[in-house]
């Protein structure tokens, strides 16, 4: 089955910095990679979302990239801010099929 | 339209109580799973059904069931409660790649 591996685990950045969370997958039949936030104590939601017949998304101040070759896929948040502070999962899977395979999580603390 | 609900919000258990927790959505998605969620290990996939009538295991099955009561309500069963099974519970359904996800159930096993 799908492996996703999600790093880092935890990431600290300064208010106003950029953000950068990576993850690779091993199966060359996933074509969907969502990333959700999930605040403490609260659902996960689904935050931004890219099919492999694109590279790039972006939605304000969030963006994913997605190498199909490399087989890895990256959310970027620039201009963080405090609200930003959450765990973000990324998670990977073939619209053919059923499963969704989810990283471990990145525990993001923006600073004020 | 009030997405994925689910019942109830907390719960406590003994060793070996049964219980079952419920997921409702309205969004007439086909499909919908049961994640279990513990520190540092993400989310977890107990049991999926693609659609009315069909449920799969998924990553961490044993000691669960589930049942896909119509298109709308999928359950999840515990019948021998055991500690390992502490932890918090996400319904999801998901239509078209897009997953929602129900409030989730915390449930502690003593």
């Known amino acids: 089955g799908e492996n996703v591996e999600q790093h880092p685990s935890t990431l600290s950045v300064q208010e106003g910095d950029s953000a950068v969370i990576k993850c690779t997958y091993s199966?060359?039949?996933?074509?969907?990679f969502p990333w959700y936030k999930q605040e403490l104590g609260k659902r996960p939601q689904l935050i931004i979302d890219i099919r492999s017949n694109v590279g790039e998304k972006k939605d304000q101040r969030i963006a994913v990239t997605l190498n199909k070759t490399a087989k890895h896929f990256s959310l970027h948040i620039t201009e963080t801010q405090p609200e930003d502070s959450a765990v973000y999962f990324c998670a990977a899977r073939a619209l053919t099929g059923n499963q969704f395979y989810f990283g471990t999580g990145t525990s993001l603390t923006v600073i004020p | 339209n009030a997405g994925v609900t689910q019942t109830p919000k907390f719960q406590v258990l003994k060793t070996g109580q049964s219980m079952t927790l419920q997921c409702a959505q309205d969004m007439n998605h086909n499909s919908m799973y049961w994640y279990r969620q513990d520190p540092g290990m993400g989310l977890r996939l107990i049991y999926y059904?693609?659609?009315?009538?069909?449920?799969d295991k998924g990553e961490v099955p044993n000691g669960y069931n589930v049942s896909r009561l119509n298109k709308r309500e999928f359950s999840l069963r515990l019948e021998s409660a055991a500690p390992s099974q502490t932890s918090v519970y996400f319904c999801a359904s998901s239509e078209v790649g897009k997953q929602y996800f129900g409030p989730g159930t915390r449930l502690t096993v003593t």
């Open positions: 059904s693609a659609s009315e009538g069909t449920t």
């Open positions: 199966d060359s039949a996933s074509n969907y």
